[in-house]
């Protein structure tokens, strides 16, 4: 077997060893069902008035700004610094440190892209059974923007990956990067210049892809999310090789 | 006889002066080699330049002809390896850490994970969490990984650290069959000047950072120890 994918199924297979994870499978498959249940049958009557598809995206927004990229700090801390910390980092296996490093990324990617897809599956279904405007037709519309939201989430997991790197203790690591992505969030409303130079503004650029697509807006940003990535996974990398057991 | 393990010039030195200096070693293939030496001699020092867990500074380590920095997979995976304390991921069993390690080399078999297991006394523990053994069982699952892949070279770095009597005896017995049938080259570590005297037919004590050789057996291995480390003293 290939030894990048030979490791990311050991990686995958430590990271579904972990409660996180399975519950934020869990909450993927649940989330859009309870949801639904409660704006169709209960008492929220007022979000009627919102057309499936606004709830559909809150949804995704909900996973994509919040969920995914705690857990995303949570996987990368446990992959890189918790194993630093446990001994288990750097190993006596035929692995060289890129495919090593490339694995571990990829893992938490597979993972975060399983999580999207729970979830668009989920609020299919969910849509299908207990929305009365629900079309099929808007189904492929909805894949595909579960399925772009997939990039700058690649990219955050780089940035939280190199951070990991950098920091040595597995609770500073996971507390810097929240308050640091809470800082990415917020900053852009005291300084809005800074707005398009942050990796978390284009976790909805799912957004831009809806209605009239604009090439040179979605261009640009795919230029800023792989120079972005680049740069974010070089630094790691060049950490990750530097590292001793 | 081919060469298992060619050092040349190895220097590795850390900011409180420690490390090892300009080390070259030679090891036949089938050879066992003990390595002895105080605290803080350059053992795991020289263990870890061995495997690629640390870079050297100077010099260079071939395996089997291969060289290690620059050659790393083909190196490194006729090598098994225990250094430090046993390494293991805690929330899972012996057996999905094994299956984990058996899925980066080629040919490894649910069998050799069970012999694995059998080897190491683990077979009854193999559903449980790692989490949950003593430091002798952690200990004997870390030899239990490092056997898995059939290497031709193991490299053990105090191996008997937190085994009980049975571990011991069954882990000398182990290096025992595992030498005498396949040939396998060893190369060990330890504090206990006795237990190495027992298995290894070459040693190398390493003191202050600088190797030393003592391959026959007209004097004590105590007394050889004794006399080196006073040597290096003066």
């Not at chain 2, 030496?37 to 495997?51: I, R, V």
Request: charged share 15%.
């Amino acid at each position: 077997m290939n030894t990048i994918l030979a490791n990311s199924l050991n990686e995958i297979q430590k990271l579904l060893a972990k409660k996180v994870t399975k519950l934020l499978l869990f909450s993927a498959v649940i989330i859009p069902v309870l949801t639904k249940i409660l704006v169709n049958n209960l008492f929220l009557t007022d979000w009627m008035a919102l057309p499936t598809e606004n709830i559909n995206f809150t949804l995704l927004d909900l996973f994509v700004t919040m969920l995914i990229p705690l857990y995303i700090f949570i996987a990368s801390t446990d992959l890189f610094t918790g194993e630093g910390e446990r001994g288990t980092l750097l190993q006596v296996r035929p692995i060289s440190r890129l495919e090593l490093f490339v694995s571990k990324l990829s893992a938490i990617g597979i993972l975060t892209l399983t999580v999207l897809l729970a979830e668009w599956l989920s609020v299919i279904i969910s849509s299908a059974i207990f929305d009365n405007t629900f079309e099929f037709s808007s189904v492929t519309a909805s894949l595909g923007a579960f399925i772009v939201s997939w990039f700058p989430i690649i990219v955050i997991s780089a940035f939280a990956v190199m951070l990991s790197l950098v920091i040595r203790s597995s609770v500073l690591a996971i507390s810097t990067m929240i308050v640091l992505y809470l800082i990415m969030m917020f900053i852009p409303y005291l300084l809005p210049s800074t707005l398009y130079l942050l990796p978390s503004t284009y976790l909805d650029w799912y957004m831009q892809w809806l209605g009239d697509v604009s090439f040179r807006w979605i261009i640009q940003t795919v230029t800023y999310l792989c120079s972005s990535f680049t740069l974010f996974f070089s630094i790691g990398y060049y950490m990750f090789n530097r590292k001793e057991a | 006889m081919e060469k298992a393990v060619v050092i040349t010039g190895l220097t590795k030195q850390y900011g409180n002066g420690r490390g090892i200096q300009d080390i070259n070693l030679s090891i036949d293939q089938g050879e066992i080699v003990g390595i002895l030496g105080p605290n803080g001699a350059g053992k795991t020092t020289l263990l870890k330049c061995m495997t690629g867990l640390t870079s050297p500074d100077q010099g260079s380590v071939e395996l089997f002809g291969a060289d290690l920095q620059s050659n790393f997979k083909n190196a490194i995976t006729p090598v098994g390896a225990l250094i430090g304390p046993a390494v293991a991921y805690e929330n899972m069993s012996p057996y999905k850490n094994l299956k984990m390690i058996s899925r980066l080399y080629s040919g490894i078999t649910h069998e050799d994970i069970e012999q694995a297991l059998c080897l190491t006394g683990l077979t009854s523990y193999k559903d449980e969490k790692i989490s949950s053994f003593s430091m002798g069982m952690k200990q004997r699952f870390g030899i239990a990984s490092a056997l898995i892949s059939k290497p031709r070279l193991i490299i053990l770095d105090e191996p008997t650290n937190g085994l009980d009597i049975d571990g011991l005896l069954l882990l000398r017995k182990t290096i025992q069959e595992i030498s005498s049938k396949s040939g396998v080259t060893f190369v060990i570590s330890s504090h206990h000047i006795s237990e190495l005297e027992k298995l290894c037919n070459r040693f190398c004590f390493l003191i202050q950072g600088q190797a030393s050789f003592y391959e026959t057996r007209n004097q004590s291995l105590e007394d050889v120890y004794i006399m080196k480390v006073e040597e290096a003293c003066r």
